[in-house]
């Protein structure tokens, strides 16, 4: 054995000393030997002193609980303190501090699960899920005009001078004579005529809402118009759904290539309303001068009676206007055109119907008069729908190329609603 000097720099036995109850070196108070309690020791791990992964569980899992209840006025101060339950005897005296009963329901439910909660149907009803306002879209930047309470508002104004009523009668004689050359000379020059007049209010029209601020399709539009009086003058009106299908088609393309900022619906729409109202309407002009269409030629006198009777119409309604006119036909759409003017042009129609058409084959007085009749209705309706359109655009007239009338489209707007009637009555009437 090593002298008590060396005891600091001894290497490690790795042995422990044991303590026997006759050591005089070791004094234990309340102890006693463990192998006189136990018949065999347990075993423990020498590393960890932990019983041996072997051994068997005791299932015991240590709970926090509270062995005493603070008394205080705060109502945080009567929750318990924590504290160990250790034995039978800590579950006893602190089971009526905690009542498992708080957890549960109103009603008690055999597969109820701890994490699972049912709101009364009364409280579900009360709760409203308030959903965040979504953004709204933001439209898109055209060039058209912006929605206001004022449809004119930042568009042309319109012009307020007056024609010169000797002017206008001197080019109204002018052109009469020119149109009725050309029904002299023939068919074939008429509808050739006729075709370049369409085309060019088609033009003026086209022209008109581009100062609007619209973008039809010009080109293709008037392409249009004279493609469908070509196929009618060839085959009959059964071309007309063939033509306005390749109509939309090919304005899809036109628009496929245009710039974000053009409104496209707003320029397809302008595009097909021209079409329309000049190229179909204007169509049964050329239909009925077709050698399809009356065999016996008649077509050009029945083409003559419809052009007659607008001239009748807008000529009585000028004149006798301005020489009796007080009351107003329309004051928002046409202010000019009086209720006594368009009386004077019905009964200059009704006079041409009776005396002129009957001088042209096959036409009699009593089909003269139906027709005058019947175009003494729509001419003026002609006249007031292109109106509204001139209104609706902010400009008095749609071209200038006719002193005293303004453009083709001006002089057509009439005939543009004769034409149809004209024809759909003489199939009623049975002419041929």
């Known amino acids: 054995m090593k002298s008590d000097d060396d005891s600091l720099t001894n290497e490690p036995t790795g042995e422990f000393p044991v303590a026997s109850a006759n050591d005089s070196r070791v004094t234990v108070t309340g102890a006693e030997i463990a192998s006189d309690l136990v018949d065999e020791a347990p075993e423990f791990d020498p590393t960890t002193f932990l019983p041996h992964w072997t051994d068997a569980p005791t299932g015991q899992v240590p709970i926090v609980v509270a062995r005493e209840a603070a008394n205080s006025d705060d109502p945080w101060s009567a929750i318990p303190a924590p504290a160990w339950r250790e034995g039978e005897a800590d579950w006893v005296a602190h089971e009526d501090q905690f009542d498992a009963s708080i957890l549960a329901g109103d009603e008690k439910v ?9 709101l009364p149907e009364a409280q579900l009803a009360e709760e409203t899920v308030i959903e965040a306002p979504r953004p709204a879209p933001m439209p898109a930047q055209h060039t058209r005009h912006r929605v206001s309470s ?17 002017r206008a009668t001197g080019t ?5 004579i020119a149109v009725f ?15 370049a007049a369409l085309a060019v209010a088609a033009a003026e029209a086209y022209a008109g809402f581009r100062t609007l601020g619209a973008h039809p399709a010009t080109i293709l539009g008037i392409a249009a118009v004279l493609t469908l009086g070509i196929a009618v003058y060839n085959k009959g009106l059964v071309v007309v759904g063939a033509v306005s299908v390749l109509l939309v088609i090919f304005g899809f393309i036109w628009y496929m290539s245009a710039e974000r900022k053009i409104d496209v619906l707003d320029g397809i729409g302008a595009t097909i309303f021209v079409y329309v109202w000049i190229g179909v309407l204007g169509s049964y002009g050329v239909l009925m001068l077709a050698p399809s269409t009356y065999p016996d030629r008649h077509g050009i006198a029945y083409l003559f009676g419809a052009v007659a009777l607008t001239i009748c119409n807008d000529a009585g309604a000028l004149f006798i206007g301005r020489w009796l006119g007080r009351r107003p036909l329309n004051r928002v759409l046409s202010p000019s055109k009086t209720l ?13 119907g009776a005396l002129i058409l009957p001088r042209v084959a096959p036409w009699t007085m009593t089909h003269g008069v139906e027709a005058a009749v019947a175009l003494s209705i729509v001419v003026p309706l002609g006249d007031l729908f292109e109106s509204m359109v001139k209104r609706t655009l902010g400009v008095k007239d749609l071209g200038r190329l006719l002193p005293g009338h303004g453009g083709i489209l001006d002089r057509m707007d009439g005939l543009l609603f004769a034409l149809p009637t004209m024809y759909y009555l003489l199939h009623v009437l049975k002419l041929s």
């Open 340 to 352: 006594e003017g368009t009386i004077g042009g019905t009964i200059i129609t009704l006079i041409g």
């Open 181 to 195: 050359a050309f029904f002299i000379a023939g068919p074939l020059p008429l509808t050739v005529l006729l075709l």
């Open 110 to 118: 055999d597969d109820a699960r701890p994490w699972e909660f049912v």
């Open 150 to 166: 004022d449809p004119l508002a930042g568009r042309a104004v319109r012009q307020s001078s007056v024609s010169s009523v000797s």
């Open 172 to 176: 109204g004689v002018l052109l009469a």
